[in-house]
């Protein structure tokens, strides 16, 4: 009777576990359910705001591409260009260009008498209007004494009210343009003198204290000269520091405190390298404030733990057989490395230094401590003369309160992440297509 009992308790047992195991793996299942749910919503979240960002870049960004531009009669004076007519290209270099535009305007808009009002109608030209007759002029010097058709930018003003960026239907008193300037704008359109073209000037000048003459060109040579010192120094330097730690360095307490504080730096937030670059390369060593130079030497600070970590995992990656077979059929420790481990570990290194780069054009904030956050009209043509560069004028132009620069500001970030896109992009290319699998 007792194992009988024995026997119905062990049973019912069983079956009160079996019982709890099903309902914990019930339970198990809707939790393993929910998370799954809550991975896919925050994934289609932050795609959400991904996109929201990007549209709204966009939407601000692509009218930048286009520069609207008014058609004018306009007479090369010879008496106004070139009194003594002597035909010297100095001399027409600095001869009074407005003066014809406003006779141009003038002759178009005859009622127009009042002081205060020609001065609205020839504020609808840009200011560079003037250097635009310069250079067709220089040119094709025949032109002078003739009349021609010459297609000249407008102000910011007219370009945002041509574009649809300004409200026509609002008072007066809160826009920027007069009732007087529209009707003489749409007399403009009317008579097909306004057009939109493609804003070839964006990519081609420099910075400009007015929007429609603005451009990128002055940054992007910045750029490129900061990036080529920052190649040029944290490449080299971090492929071989990598290589030295992880393959011949001895393992005792330097090289510990060494790697502790390669790592360190690769946490460390950007703006102290700019102190650290300001304090160093310009105070004490009295490199140019501005330059490529000290900006790339700066970036080359920053980079150099990015790519010495990087390349310390790539070599890490490589099987311990590789280097056990070539030690075992004579090869030096050298040859060893630089025949058969560094070949194999390459194409994690240059994705490592390619991300490093990107992370270096994308910088700002070390920059600005070294003064390449100045006002910079010219094109710099080499590493000493100063300059900005992409992220700055982007900072730059954020902080204008023309309308015009914020549809330059998000075109100049759109041209920024094409770039960092394409760099990271590249490096997954070249991860996946050299990458072997061990």
Known sequence: ??????????????????????????????????????????????????MALFGNIIAHAWSAFEQTYVALDVTFDESVLDPEGKH????????????????SLAAMFPEVKDRLEKRSLNALLSSGAAYELRRVLA???????????????????????????????????????????IAWIDKLIASGRVEKRFNKQFFTSGDSREPEMAGIWGALMGSLFTLIVTGALSLPIGIASAIYLEEFAPRNRWTDIIEVNINNLAAVPSIVFGLLGLAVFINFFGLPRSSP???????????????????????????????????????????????????????????????GMARALGESAPLLMIGMVAF??????????????????????????????????SAAILVLLAFLITMNGLAVYLRKHYERRW
Not at 88 to 103: I, V
Request: neutral net charge; hydrophobic residues 45%; aromatic residues 6%.
């Open 376 to 409: 910079i009209v010219d094109v710099p043509g080499s590493l000493t003369d100063p300059s900005t560069v992409l992220p700055v004028q982007i900072y730059l132009w954020a902080d204008s309160s023309e309308r015009g620069f914020v549809e330059r500001t």
């Open 293 to 355: 130079l000290v900006g790339g030497l700066v970036l080359t600070l920053m980079t150099l733990p990015v790519i010495i970590i990087a390349a310390r995992s790539a070599l890490k990656s490589v099987p311990p057989s590789i280097r056990e077979a070539a030690l075992g059929i004579g090869a030096s420790q050298m040859q060893t490395v630089f025949h058969h481990v560094l070949p194999l570990a390459m194409p994690g290194m240059l994705t490592g230094a390619i991300i």
């Open 88 to 103: 010297d290209a100095a001399n027409l270099a600095s001869a009074d260009y407005p003066a014809l535009t406003k006779r």
């Open 1 to 50: 009777m007792s194992n009988r009992t024995e026997e119905n308790k062990s049973s019912n047992q069983g079956i009160r576990t079996h019982e709890i195991v099903k309902a914990g793996l019930h339970r198990r299942r809707a939790a393993e359910i929910r998370f799954k749910a809550y991975g896919f919503i925050c994934i289609v979240a932050g795609l959400g705001f991904l």
């Open 139 to 181: 040119k094709d010097p025949a032109l002078l004494g003739k009349t021609e058709r010459i297609w000249l930018p407008v102000d910011d003003d007219v370009d945002m009210l041509v574009k649809g960026q300004i409200d026509r239907d609002i008072g007066e008193g809160d826009r920027r343009m007069k009732d007087y300037q």
